[in-house]
């Protein structure tokens, strides 16, 4: 087994030294890299296909054409049209390539760094925010949160909630957010008819996986929490 993930570990560029946080840090860069590369590909066809939109009308409207160009002029510009195609297509063939074997890659690295966050035993500072946690009794919560940035609104990014209590959430969030960053909770709750809302901020981070300590929720938002908490099953 230890050999096995030792090799996978090599094929996704970690090695046993290499922390949680830097792998993730990786993984995050590598899927910036597959979106530019998509981008690319689509900006590729767009230009394609203005291109040959152009020769297309060319061709059925001679009238649109300028005077100075000759019919012999047309035959050449449609055999460019050609060879752009041809390039095209090799291009297509490449960067798919590419993507896929990104995909690959990063397939690889995600299962290593959830396997890595798994064998990882927690440090003192996590021990301690996890005795914390234990003080208020934790619930299962399964919902699609929404979680928003309050020193910049217009940052968002979302997750799924794992746990609740009165005081606190936890969550798995894909993009990493650092400890003492203050945020606005949403997630919608079966017997209100629109998202719970509420502000939080990040106690911690373990890998995807976020806790985050309620501040001051209102009258309202404290009795849905209460009630979130009897009807759950604990955790």
């Given at each position: 087994m230890e050999d096995r993930l030792a090799a996978v570990m090599s094929v996704s560029g970690l090695s046993q030294g290499t922390s949680f946080?830097?792998?993730?840090?990786?993984?995050?860069?590598?899927?910036?890299?597959?979106?530019?590369?998509?981008?690319?590909?689509?900006?590729?066809?767009?230009?394609?296909?203005?291109?040959?939109?152009?020769?297309?009308v060319t061709m059925a409207y001679p009238h649109v054409r300028p005077a100075i160009i000759s019919e012999t002029e047309i035959g050449t510009i449609l055999q460019g049209l050609l060879g752009l195609v041809l390039l095209f297509d090799i291009f297509a063939f490449y960067q798919q390539?590419?993507?896929?074997?990104?995909?690959?890659?990063?397939?690889?690295?995600?299962?290593?760094?959830?396997?890595?966050?798994?064998?990882?035993?927690?440090n003192p500072m996590e021990e301690m925010q996890r005795a914390n946690r234990r003080k208020s009794p934790r619930f299962l919560l399964d919902a699609r949160l929404k979680v928003t940035m309050r020193s910049n609104p217009k940052k968002?990014?979302?997750?799924?909630?794992?746990?609740?209590?009165?005081?606190?959430?936890?969550?798995?969030?894909?993009?990493?957010?650092?400890?003492?960053?203050?945020?606005i909770l949403e997630f919608p709750v079966q017997f209100l008819d629109k998202a719970l809302s509420i502000h939080a901020v990040v106690c911690?981070?373990?890998?995807?996986?976020?806790?985050?300590?309620?501040?001051?929720?209102?009258?309202?938002?404290?009795?849905?929490?209460?009630?979130?908490?009897?009807?759950?099953k604990p955790a």
């Open positions: 946080d830097a792998g993730l840090t990786e993984t995050l860069a590598k899927l910036e890299s597959l979106e530019r590369a998509e981008w690319w590909r689509w900006t590729a066809v767009l230009i394609i296909s203005v291109a040959l939109s152009v020769g297309v390539m590419r993507i896929s074997r990104m995909r690959r890659d990063l397939a690889s690295q995600i299962g290593v760094l959830s396997t890595l966050e798994v064998l990882r035993p927690p968002q990014v979302f997750g799924r909630t794992r746990d609740i209590s009165e005081t606190g959430l936890g969550a798995v969030i894909a993009d990493p957010l650092e400890s003492g960053e203050r945020v911690y981070r373990r890998g995807f996986h976020h806790g985050f300590e309620l501040l001051a929720p209102e009258v309202e938002q404290a009795a849905a929490i209460r009630q979130i908490c009897r009807l759950a």
